[in-house]
């Protein structure tokens, strides 16, 4: 059974940054690729960064590249999300995910687990 817990969400001034994390269960977890996702009320759910597993490559929307920085620690079974010059815009439920494959993806439905989610909010 694999298990997601997300940590590092709060609120934080336009241009600040944050740091999430996600705990993951699982022995296989360095095989794994991993994303963030995020959500906002009435709005579908967006695609924000992915890694693969492994060497973990990376890929991030265009919305969040050259801000964000996905990584992983394979040995601490964890995933980060840095968040740095954050925007109103970037307010949002964040959410990690992982995949039962190596390769990155940025379709939602290629994940089969996720995490509850933590609230980031960014105030002007």
């Known amino acids: 059974q694999v298990q997601l817990v997300e940590s590092g969400g709060g609120l934080v001034q336009a241009g600040g940054s944050l740091r999430l994390s996600c705990a993951a269960s699982?022995?296989?977890?360095?095989?794994?690729?991993m994303g963030w996702f995020r959500q906002v009320q009435g709005k579908e759910r967006e695609f924000v960064a992915s890694?693969?597993?492994?060497?973990?490559?990376?890929l991030y929307a265009d919305s969040v590249k050259g801000r964000f920085t996905i990584s992983r620690d394979n040995a601490k079974n964890t995933v980060y999300l840095q968040m740095n010059s954050l925007k109103p815009e970037d307010t949002a439920v964040y959410s990690c995910?992982?995949?039962?494959?190596?390769?990155?993806?940025?379709?939602?439905?290629?994940?089969?687990?996720w995490g509850q989610g933590t609230q980031v909010t960014v105030s002007s």
């Open positions: 995910a992982a995949r039962q494959w190596r390769a990155l993806n940025v379709a939602a439905s290629e994940y089969a687990y």
């Open positions: 699982g022995r296989t977890f360095s095989s794994s690729a």
């Open positions: 890694i693969s597993g492994g060497a973990g490559s990376t």
